[in-house]
């Protein structure tokens, strides 16, 4: 079955490191989306692709990259993690139409 | 003005009841609307589908669009303690991203 899956699930990272979320779909589609959900903030756009070597940002953009080089991926980078960016992040892909489908979630503690 | 107004609960209901769930939003281009349903550590699932305005119904859901009124509702008849979840709407205009509000937190006790 086709699936959208991310890794690593849970993640601590310290301040000021590097760290990269990983996002894999299935489904072929050429839509995808990260976004971030804090509690009362609900869910943040933060970037976005609608192909490959497409990206655009989104609500919250700043300190993250994301790039396209594959139907499959959009991996998520955090430059320089901050205590910030501590949150639950989810990945979610769509095809025609406007329906997204999300990932698991990666939960990351920044320290 | 937010582009989609969605109150936060927490919302707790008694097995059986009939809950309404409801978003307003200000964009008039929004045309696609969706509920997703997200179970605590879990990611969102799409529950419902609209386009446009109208009802559609899928077993105890309910999806309401009123584009006069920039309105949406989803109803759950005969609750269950299965649907406690939070509940969030999200809508489009068509390619663009969707606009998703801040979710419901429902709570159904048996």
Same mark, same amino acid.
């Given at each position: 079955d086709a699936e959208i899956?991310?890794?690593?699930r849970h993640k601590i990272t310290e301040t000021g490191r590097q760290v990269t979320?990983?996002?894999?779909?299935?489904?072929?589609?050429n839509n995808m989306f990260w976004y971030r959900q804090d509690l009362g903030h609900g869910l &943040?756009?933060?970037?976005?692709?609608?192909?490959?070597?497409?990206?655009?940002?989104?609500?919250?953009?700043?300190?993250?990259?994301?790039? &396209?080089?594959n139907t499959e991926d959009l991996p998520l980078t955090l430059e320089s993690a901050a205590s910030s960016q501590t949150s639950?992040?989810?990945?979610?892909s769509s095809g025609p139409g406007e329906t997204q489908y999300f990932g698991p979630g990666t939960r990351l503690t920044v320290l | 003005q937010k582009e989609v107004e969605q109150d936060p609960g927490?919302?707790?209901v008694p097995e059986g009841a009939i809950v309404s769930l409801n978003c307003t939003y200000s964009n008039s281009a929004f045309q696609y609307f969706m509920w997703y349903r997200q179970y605590s550590r879990k990611g969102p699932e799409l529950l419902m589908y609209t386009y446009s305005s109208g009802n559609k119904e899928d077993g105890r859901f309910t999806a309401q669009v009123d584009k006069s009124s920039k309105y949406i509702s989803l109803f759950i008849r005969d609750s269950q303690p299965s649907d406690s979840a939070t509940y969030l709407c999200a809508m489009s205009a068509g390619n663009t991203p969707l606009v998703f509000g801040k979710g419901t937190r429902l709570s159904v006790i048996a």
């Amino acid at each position: 079955d086709a699936e959208i899956t991310q890794s690593p699930r849970h993640k601590i990272t310290e301040t000021g490191r590097q760290v990269t979320l990983a996002c894999h779909q299935t489904w072929n589609h050429n839509n995808m989306f990260w976004y971030r959900q804090d509690l009362g903030h609900g869910l &943040r756009l933060i970037h976005y692709s609608y192909g490959v070597q497409d990206t655009n940002k989104g609500e919250v953009s700043d300190g993250y990259s994301v790039s &396209r080089s594959n139907t499959e991926d959009l991996p998520l980078t955090l430059e320089s993690a901050a205590s910030s960016q501590t949150s639950v992040y989810f990945c979610a892909s769509s095809g025609p139409g406007e329906t997204q489908y999300f990932g698991p979630g990666t939960r990351l503690t920044v320290l | 003005q937010k582009e989609v107004e969605q109150d936060p609960g927490p919302l707790s209901v008694p097995e059986g009841a009939i809950v309404s769930l409801n978003c307003t939003y200000s964009n008039s281009a929004f045309q696609y609307f969706m509920w997703y349903r997200q179970y605590s550590r879990k990611g969102p699932e799409l529950l419902m589908y609209t386009y446009s305005s109208g009802n559609k119904e899928d077993g105890r859901f309910t999806a309401q669009v009123d584009k006069s009124s920039k309105y949406i509702s989803l109803f759950i008849r005969d609750s269950q303690p299965s649907d406690s979840a939070t509940y969030l709407c999200a809508m489009s205009a068509g390619n663009t991203p969707l606009v998703f509000g801040k979710g419901t937190r429902l709570s159904v006790i048996a």
